[in-house]
Each structure stands twice: as structure tokens, then as C-alpha cells.
Nanobody, 122 residues
Framework: QVQLVESGGGLVQAGGSLRLSCAASGGTFSRYAMGWFRQAPGKEREFVAAISWSGGSTYYTDSVKGRFTISRDNAKNTVYLQMNSLKPDDTAVYYC???????????????WGQGTQVTVSS
């Protein structure tokens, strides 16, 4: 059983940056692909980024390409999401998830964190 805890959310002005972290425990972190998803009020949860177990492959939704970077440190059991040039449309609760493959479909991830709020003001 893997437990995931996100941190690093907050309030930032448009154009600013935040770095989200997701710390894993209770399992072999390096065996899992990791994903970041987000959910804005009144909207469905959407894929943001994913990374393979080794960190060698990364995937992004089009709206964050060139602005967000996903990375992981298997020695620290942590995955990160560096978010630059933030926009008000990025406002959402951000969740990390662990699964077998770095996929874009939320239902295919078996473990989820509780989420961290990111608010971008205009």
C-alpha cells in the first residue's frame, strides 16, 4: 500500500512559479510510474503530467507543455511538479498518483494523494 502526500501549493500571481512535491511511503516508489492531475471547481479531474518509474520518459498535457516540468528523485521517494509562467486557468487542486504506467487516464492509477490547492490570481 502506497501513501502519497502532496505539498507546495499556495496562492501566486499570474506569471509566477510554484513547485509541488509528492512524498511517497509504504511501497517501493521506484517501481511506480507517477502522475499529476488537477481538478478545478465544477470540472472533471484532468491529466497534467506523468513520469515513468525511471524518470526517463515524461508526458504532458498540451496546455502545460513548456511551462511545467515533472521530475522524480527515487532516493527521496518524491515526485515534483515545477510550474512556471502560471496562469489563472491553472487554478485547481493538484493531485499526485501512482500506477503501473505513466498514463493519462486517472482511473488507471491505483494510489492517490489528498491534493494541494494551487490558486493563481490575475
Amino acid at each position: 500500500q502506497v501513501q502519497l502526500v502532496e505539498s507546495g501549493g499556495g496562492l501566486v500571481q499570474a506569471g509566477g512559479s510554484l513547485r509541488l512535491s509528492c512524498a511517497a511511503s509504504g511501497g517501493t516508489f521506484s517501481r511506480y510510474a507517477m502522475g499529476w492531475f488537477r481538478q478545478a471547481p465544477g470540472k472533471e479531474r484532468e491529466f497534467v503530467a506523468a513520469i515513468s518509474w525511471s524518470g526517463g520518459s515524461t508526458y504532458y498535457t498540451d496546455s502545460v507543455k513548456g511551462r511545467f516540468t515533472i521530475s522524480r528523485d527515487n532516493a527521496k521517494n518524491t515526485v515534483y511538479l515545477q510550474m512556471n509562467s502560471l496562469k489563472p486557468d491553472d487554478t485547481a487542486v493538484y493531485y499526485c498518483a501512482a500506477g503501473g504506467q505513466p498514463l493519462r487516464t486517472a482511473e488507471l492509477y491505483g494510489y492517490w494523494g489528498q491534493g494541494t490547492q494551487v490558486t493563481v490570481s490575475s
